[in-house]
């Protein structure tokens, strides 16, 4: 069983895809002879993830065992309250959220423009024949394409399908542009939550700890906007736009299932191994990582609900109040809160 994959492998694509193009503009991954989507540079690291983890099953160890159920829970706006918003005429909310989401992703396209530091030195086994092995090697390049494009070549990554799938359900320049948040990652962001490890390593495992999380938040979020874009009473004018929107959404999830796959087989490949410490004993990855998932969680489905809400309901109230029939509006509205 191979073990070891180039950086050429694992960047490797299906040969004859029939290129994606959405309103002109090519974006990543392409469709085989049936019409059946593929995902960019999957061809490698499909067979190198399956191959890894079953190295990692028969040494007795396993995937990270999470998934996006994790995040489960009460919405701040859910899909009803959005619906509603729509049949109202308020639709500039779903668009900054669509476009906040496009532009949070093309943030991923740093996984392929920063050097990260190689575990080799700091773990006690051999990961030669690992995925955590094969970060720096293609693994975290790949990643980063998916998320960002390859502009220079014309092709736009997840950004931009995000983008095209907007202004399919809207038209282009229905609203202005909107920014995301400069920081969306939790207040302690930068603090020493594994200080046995040297500093860019904590940074590392804590980065793939985080994009775990953010795809999972992702994938809800995701679901909830096809939800939206396929309802039959939004969008009513533009029916066939808004469906093929929830048709390119359903393409980056198809894509983002390879990122789930491989950050959970990093987790689990960390979790199975022995770190050196800076003080130079040892320490079980399961220990770093339980330890750091744990808290992650807490911020992820308590922390950081609570705080959102706190900040987007008199946002949403505000928004509410510029409908000439603001109270009805209002009072439909919070009717649907918890659905």
């Not at 004018?237 to 983002?256: F, S, Y």
Request: charge should be negative; include cysteine; hydrophobic fraction near 40%.
């Amino acid at each position: 069983m191979q073990l070891t994959y180039s950086e050429e492998e694992l960047m490797s694509e299906h040969d004859d895809l029939v290129p994606q193009v959405v309103l002109g503009q090519r974006v990543h991954g392409g469709f085989k002879p049936d019409g059946s989507y593929q995902p960019p540079r999957a061809l490698g690291r499909e067979v190198a993830f399956e191959a890894w983890t079953s190295a990692l099953e028969s040494r007795g160890g396993s995937v990270f065992p999470a998934e996006a159920s994790l995040l489960a829970g009460h919405r701040v706006i859910n899909v009803e309250q959005q619906r509603a918003l729509l049949r109202n005429g308020l639709g500039e909310w779903f668009w900054n959220q669509l476009t906040v989401i496009g532009k949070i992703e093309a943030r991923g396209r740093l996984l392929a423009e920063v050097a990260f530091p190689d575990l080799q030195p700091v773990i006690v086994e051999d990961i030669s024949e690992m995925a955590i092995g094969h970060l720096g090697k293609g693994l975290l390049l790949a990643h980063g394409l998916d998320e960002g494009g390859v502009p220079a070549e014309g092709i736009g990554g997840h950004d931009v399908m995000w983008f095209v799938s907007r202004d399919l359900a809207f038209g282009a320049d229905r609203y202005p542009d909107v920014e995301p948040p400069e920081n969306i990652a939790r207040p302690d962001a930068g603090s020493r939550l594994m200080p046995e490890l040297p500093a860019e390593i904590e940074g590392l495992v804590s980065l793939l700890t985080n994009l775990l999380i953010i795809e999972f938040r992702a994938e809800l979020g995701f679901a909830e906007s096809q939800a939206i874009l396929r309802s039959p009473d939004v969008f009513t004018d533009r029916r066939d736009e808004a469906e093929l929107a929830a048709e390119v959404i359903e393409r980056i999830r198809t894509d983002e299932l390879i990122h789930v796959t491989s950050l959970c087989l990093y987790l689990g490949e960390l979790c199975s191994v022995t770190f050196r410490t800076v003080d130079g004993g040892t320490i079980a990855g399961s220990e770093l990582i339980d330890r750091y998932w744990g808290g992650l969680v807490q911020w992820a489905t308590v922390d950081q609900p609570a705080a959102m809400g706190d900040r987007v309901r008199p946002e949403i109230e505000a928004y509410i109040a510029t409908h000439d029939d603001a109270v009805r509006v209002q009072a439909e509205f919070d009717s649907l809160d918890g659905l």
